[in-house]
């Protein structure tokens, strides 16, 4: 019988995980829109609104470590070595998950919320797979394969930027870089006349960096270590969505983990968004394309989502907070895996669009012979 106080990490999870999931359905806000409407519209103001989650919880994560309110290389995104193939071809896969199902696994949370049952399908999926490459078939070809070929940092020391920096310039830099990103990444949002018109959209990017700083908190000093014996954590929704979907099927003292309630929280907090604004609804698949495009897209993403070390929000901006040195090749894998993702989607098959750029290729040839 767990005690009252395990369960605190749990139910804190649970509150931050439904403040995001409002925030974000609120403001109709979407990780993988922001990339497609940057790189197909030309329109960037969704994601630097990701850009100023980002910079917030950059500052307020930083200032936490320079705080001592909780040791870095505790959490998962520092180790001493950096497992670089895995997250190149994680985020790539993931990316293009993300493109055929038309979000991340967050974004599929909050779709479950208003009542999208498509999105439950994905869940079910990205869970299964997630898990299965976290610790179950998957696991041995992850640790043995691709985790092998990391790259091990100078004098074991933690993969952030702020302590290669301070180790190679021979003094500590932390406060310095966190000021200059976390302050940066605040004004490219808040520099877009169009984007301080938009409050909802605002609104959403300071919650979601606040609530990656408060994770932090909750996780990082008020755990009790006998009771709950974990290391710091904060919004991320591979693993998490995997573990909940273990916790619901085998092991009930699971819902008690941070990162189980949050994915409860998304999912609720959702639902009450979509139902104060009328918009709760049963939406379904189409047709069977429909179904197999989100099958897919629901696996690519549950395996490269752990293989790349989170998903959007977990790499993009928890991580990122932590000035994480796998964030800048997962955000650029995952952006890369979606472009491709969309040229699949717009161009057809794979086998079509091999054989539009053989007939390309050969097209050219022709009026040299």
Known sequence: MQSLAAWVPG??????????????RHAKLCSFGAIEDALMGGDSRRLRI???????????????????????GLTTYTSPALPLTA???????????????GTCGFGSLVRLGAGDLRSLIVILVLGATA?????GVLANFRI???ERLSIAMPD????????????ALGFDVRAILAVAAGTGLCLLAFGDARLRRAPRLLSAGVALGVLTVAGWIVTGSFGDEFDVPSRPQSLTFVSTIGKALYAGVLNVSNFADFGVGSVFGVIAGSCLA?????????????????????????ALMGIGGILAGGCTIGQGITAGSMLALSWPFAVGGMVL?????????????????????????????????
């Open 274 to 298: 979509a139902w104060r604004s009328a918009e709760l609804r049963w939406e379904a698949f189409d047709d069977d394309h429909e179904m197999r495009r989100h099958l897919v897209g629901a």
């Open 87 to 101: 997250i190149l071809i994680g985020s790539l896969m993931f990316g293009a998950g993300m493109a055929l199902v």
């Open 50 to 72: 990701f850009g100023l989650a980002l910079g917030i919880a950059i500052l307020g994560t930083q200032t936490l470590i320079i705080g001592g309110i909780f040791n870095p």
């Open 156 to 167: 074991g020391v933690s993969s952030d930027m702020a302590s290669l920096s301070s180790h």
């Open 11 to 24: 139910l804190s999870g649970f509150a931050i995980g439904a403040a995001a999931g409002f925030a974000v």
């Open 131 to 135: 898990y299965a490459t976290l610790r």
């Open 337 to 369: 895996g979606a472009r491709l993702g969309i040229t699949l989607l717009v161009d057809g098959s794979v086998s079509e669009i091999l054989q539009r750029g053989l007939s390309g290729l050969r097209s050219k040839k022709r009026p040299l012979d």
């Open 144 to 146: 043995d394969v691709l």
